[in-house]
């Protein structure tokens, strides 16, 4: 076996693993369920770190000297991965503004109580609260 053909295993091998992984955390991010997540787990950062290395060094002109049916697998394996890969970062941005959504309100709601007036308190005291400001994980998006 070739050196390119190892390397093609390898890549195959990664990526199957890593699409076991990330239907691992679709699954449990459709459960409500994010600290159930495989990928913040070092095997799976590690699988992450040799497939970049594996494809970094990955040589196209190699699958064409492959027999038509691991061409076809290699592309079904990738085509997978990317469409998983794909509904992952679709899901994920929905939880992060879902989330920074709640704390959204929430600062804005402790900030609305916090200034509210109350009828018998003098001036000074409702001038001395101002609003925190809403707490945001990341405000760039």
Known sequence: MSGDARK???LMALTERLTEALRADIAALERGR???????????????????RE??????????????????TLTAA??????????HSRILARVKNATE??????????????N??????????AQRYR???AMLYNSVV
């Open 101 to 114: 959504g709640m704390i959204h309100a929430i600062a804005e709601d402790v900030a609305r109580k916090k």
């Open 8 to 10: 093609i295993e390898r």
């Open 34 to 52: 994010p600290r159930e997540m495989r990928s913040p787990e070092a095997e799976v950062q590690q699988l992450t770190l040799l497939y970049s």
């Open 116 to 125: 509210s007036q109350r009828p018998y308190a003098p001036q000074q005291a």
């Open 78 to 87: 990738t085509t997978r991965f990317r469409e998983l890969l794909a509904e």
């Open 55 to 72: 494809a970094a060094s990955f040589n196209p002109a190699a699958v064409q000297m492959l027999p038509k049916e691991a061409r076809e």
């Open 131 to 133: 609003s925190p400001g």
